[in-house]
């Protein structure tokens, strides 16, 4: 099967490194896969190809577009969109080239603009190009539905997968742990908290602040770790000023984008983040799968993946007082952590597994060429 996928951006983020997952899936099961992308800094290019695309390239976001991604749109059979601007571009280039049949589009978060009226008009017209839509979680395909205004009989739920034997490997190799603390300056006995998330105001990072702000006085061992940046803002630069607002600077390390983040998951204890919303978040799986209790927030999709009390604890949003009483809680309690991070772990394997991800999509990428073929 020729499959091409176009995305936003091929910089680190939940889609790419979803979209990443599936190529090599993909790849190693014999499929020909292309990757487009419309913008950034294609950071994971390089990934991609390692990953088995045969072609990964940048074809923009201007009047050129169609022009660009037209020689990719005539060899596919399957063109796979990820990502809202990828979702529109794409599926007006793939019916111009005449491979709507073969068309299907992959949601990965809530898109908040899809509430205004105007975006969400136009995205119903849209959205109803593609042949199936994907969303990682019922919560989205709710949201879809009702503000992309897309048909409920076109959309399909696949959650997100997840190979957790990286994570499962990190965690257990203590040699491991203790030198990614000696590098990143944290002492045997400090409690970590670490959130891997852009910068970005989904993610609310000053309420995350705040919170560790309040921990800390009563729990000087405390640390948060901050993994990630903001290549479209200046999201962490404004985090970082608050931090010395707060005056953090001993108690929060801004460690910035990292490539081995199941090595700097297991040196941590907690995983927290403060999320406004969230489609999925790919982000706690791996930290489930290191065997890591989380602290996040009762919106969106999260309570479909951290079950509260069993295997983390969830707030609500823009509650600082909230999370920070959630994240003491775990602080002085060694034993809660360990038991909520190993019914974690036991849950990912159970419903989050990578080769179900795959296969699920490749699936529906056959139902969807079986249609084509059948003239329906």
Same mark, same amino acid.
Not at 118 to 126: A, D
Not at 258 to 270: C, I, K
């Given at each position: 099967?020729?499959?091409?996928?176009?995305?936003?951006?091929?910089?680190?983020?939940?889609?790419?490194?979803?979209?990443?997952?599936q !190529?090599?899936g993909?790849?190693?099961?014999?499929?020909?896969?292309? !990757?487009?992308?419309?913008?950034?800094?294609?950071?994971?290019e390089?990934?991609?190809?390692?990953?088995?695309?045969?072609d990964v390239?940048?074809?923009?976001?201007?009047?050129?577009?169609?022009?660009?991604?037209?020689?990719?749109?005539?060899?596919?059979?399957?063109v796979?969109t990820?990502?809202?601007?990828?979702?529109?571009?794409?599926?007006?280039?793939?019916t111009?080239?005449?491979?709507r049949?073969g068309?299907?589009?992959?949601k990965?978060?809530d898109?908040?603009v899809?509430?205004?009226p105007?975006?969400?008009?136009?995205?119903?017209?849209?959205g109803a190009l593609?042949?199936?839509?994907?969303?990682?979680? &019922?919560h989205?395909?709710? $949201?879809?539905?009702?503000?992309?205004?897309?048909?409920?009989?076109?959309l399909?739920?696949? $959650?997100?997968?997840? &190979?957790?034997?990286p994570?499962?490997?990190?965690a257990?190799?203590?040699a491991?742990?203790?030198?990614?603390?000696?590098?990143?300056?944290?002492?045997?006995?400090?409690?970590?908290?670490?959130?891997?998330?852009?910068?970005?105001?989904?993610?609310?990072?000053?309420?995350?602040?705040?919170?560790?702000?309040?921990?800390?006085?009563?729990a000087?061992?405390?640390?948060?770790?901050?993994?990630?940046?903001?290549?479209?803002? &200046?999201?962490?630069?404004?985090?970082?000023?608050?931090?010395?607002?707060?005056d953090?600077k001993?108690?929060?390390?801004?460690?910035?984008i990292?490539?081995?983040?199941?090595?700097?998951?297991?040196?941590?204890?907690?995983f927290?983040?403060?999320?406004?919303?969230?489609?999925?978040?790919?982000v706690?799986?791996?930290?489930?799968?290191?065997g890591?209790? !989380?602290?996040s927030?009762?919106?969106?999709?999260?309570?479909?993946?951290?079950?509260?009390?069993l295997?983390?604890?969830l !707030?609500?949003p823009? &509650?600082v007082?909230a999370?920070?009483?959630?994240?003491?809680?775990?602080?002085?309690?060694?034993?809660?952590?360990?038991a909520?991070g190993a019914?974690?772990?036991?849950?990912?394997?159970?419903?989050?597994?990578?080769?179900?991800?795959v296969?699920?999509?490749?699936?529906?990428?056959?139902?969807?060429?079986?249609?084509a073929?059948g003239?329906?």
């Open positions: 099967m020729k499959v091409l996928h176009v995305i936003t951006t091929l910089d680190v983020g939940g889609a790419e490194m979803h979209l990443l997952a !190529v090599r993909q790849a190693s099961r014999g499929h020909e896969v292309r !990757v487009a992308y419309l913008k950034g800094h294609g950071s994971l390089s990934d991609f190809r390692a990953a088995g695309a045969r390239v940048r074809v923009g976001s201007g009047p050129g577009l169609f022009a660009r991604l037209w020689p990719h749109l005539r060899w596919a059979q399957i796979h990820h990502l809202l601007k990828a979702d529109m571009a794409g599926a007006l280039a793939a111009l080239a005449g491979r049949a068309l299907i589009a992959s990965h978060n898109e908040r899809l509430e205004r105007l975006v969400s008009l136009v995205h119903g017209l849209i593609p042949q199936r839509t994907i969303c990682l979680s &019922d989205v395909a709710r $949201y879809i539905e009702r503000y992309g205004r897309v048909r409920r009989d076109k399909v739920r696949i $959650y997100y997968g997840l &190979d957790p034997t994570f499962e490997r990190a257990s190799d203590t491991a742990r203790a030198r990614v603390r000696e590098e990143l300056g944290i002492a045997p006995d400090e409690v970590v908290f670490v959130c891997v998330a852009r910068f970005a105001p989904q993610k609310a990072h000053d309420v995350l602040l705040r919170a560790h702000a309040q921990l800390v006085a009563n000087p061992r405390a640390r948060l770790l901050l993994v990630g940046d903001d290549p479209f803002g &200046d999201g962490r630069v404004r985090a970082e000023a608050l931090a010395r607002e707060l953090l001993e108690r929060v390390l801004f460690a910035g990292r490539r081995d983040v199941p090595a700097v998951l297991a040196a941590s204890d907690v927290v983040m403060s999320s406004l919303w969230e489609g999925l978040g790919l706690f799986l791996e930290a489930m799968a290191a890591m209790p !989380v602290v927030t009762r919106v969106s999709a999260i309570p479909e993946v951290v079950e509260h009390e295997t983390g604890l !707030v609500p823009s &509650d007082a999370l920070c009483a959630a994240m003491a809680a775990l602080a002085n309690d060694p034993a809660r952590r360990a909520l019914r974690g772990r036991e849950r990912v394997r159970k419903l989050f597994g990578l080769e179900r991800m296969e699920q999509t490749l699936e529906l990428y056959a139902a969807v060429q079986g249609r073929a003239g329906r």
